[in-house]
């Protein structure tokens, strides 16, 4: 808890932005599980509720474990129309997981999205933080067998 302590004392010392300290959390921790949040309640004096509700409103701030990467399949309506489904229909096969399970091996997060802006070009999907494009089943699996 050495970096997180070092966090909670910066943030002890001034006002702040609750989203910039979860966002730092998870950078340290990798994601805001219960003992976390609980700690950081307790350290800082906000509510346990209050830390909770902000953490599972915002995908970014994962409260699970999550995998090395984490795919979010767009189901926004460009894509729903334009085979998102089919997308994710490969990656289930290929990663043998559902939407929100990680790979036994601790590699892949798989997630669904409501748009991640590129209406343009669907299917798209999001890993991490890089956004592939125009995706068909066989750019898919090339791009799981790249990261595998
Ligand atoms: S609907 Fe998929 S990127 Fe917008």
Do not use: H, W
């Not at 002890?12 to 949040?37: A, C, H, P």
């Not at 798209?124 to 067998?145: C, P, R």
């Amino acid at each position: 808890m050495k970096k997180l302590d070092s966090l909670i004392l910066k943030y002890k010392k001034r006002e702040f932005n609750l989203l910039t300290l979860l966002e730092e959390t998870v950078k340290i921790k990798g994601y805001l599980s219960f003992k976390t949040l609980t700690y950081i309640s307790e350290n800082l004096k906000i509510p346990l509720a209050k830390l909770y509700g902000v953490a599972s409103f915002y995908s970014f701030l994962p409260t699970v474990k999550t995998g090395k990467y984490i795919i979010r399949v767009c189901n926004g309506p460009s894509c729903y129309l334009n085979g998102s489904r089919e997308i994710l229909k490969v990656l289930k096969k290929e990663l043998k997981i559902d939407l929100g399970q990680t790979t036994k091996d601790g590699k892949f997060t798989l997630e669904s999205a409501s748009c991640i802006g590129c209406c343009d070009s669907p299917p798209a999907i999001m890993i991490n933080n890089k956004v592939y494009k125009n995706l068909d089943k066989n750019k898919i699996k090339d791009i799981i067998k790249k990261l595998k």
